[in-house]
């Protein structure tokens, strides 16, 4: 049986831009230990897939979202295995269902000044009776807060802890957010 080690190098932009995928100024390019060719990011996902790899970080548990910037894979939980991506998948649809707007409204409205992610994940996770580990509350929490940001009703007052590509792409490990008064 052929081993399956994905791996991704960053160059700067080629002559055909058109050509690889770019991101940022930088393109990746793809091969698999095994000798498939791997020209792309979709193939690369697919022959993950297919050796029961995780498809977002290619079976490495970490992924480079930028070159020089990693982290563990958020997508199956730092294994980089396919069924572990799966089951955290179902576990992100469990707490899309389960943490909704309204309830993250409600917590937010308990505090009389600016609150953090971690701030609120917890009450979430505390009202829930979840234990750590449980659903992906902080993730769900985050895309929450950053829909009642995008509704104007909150503004985020936190600056980036990390500028990775300049002010384009930034990294906020524990953001603030405070409430918007209403105009009048």
Known sequence: MAEHTITVEWGDIPP???GPALVGGAYREYS???GVPL???MAAELHAVATEQCSTCLGSAVEELVPGFRRGC???AGTGR???QLMWQLAHAEA???ITVDMVREVIAEF???FALSTVA????DRLGLRPGRLPVGPRVRDVLRELEAAGEIEMISAPDEMLMGPSVVVYRDPSWRRVSPAG
């Open 82 to 84: 396919r069924r572990n």
């Open 16 to 18: 055909d831009a058109d």
């Open 96 to 98: 899309e269902l389960v």
């Open 122 to 125: 917890d009450t979430v996770r």
């Open 32 to 34: 698999c230990t095994c």
């Open 39 to 41: 020209p792309h990011r």
């Open 74 to 76: 958020t997508s199956c």
């Open 112 to 114: 009389s000044g600016p």
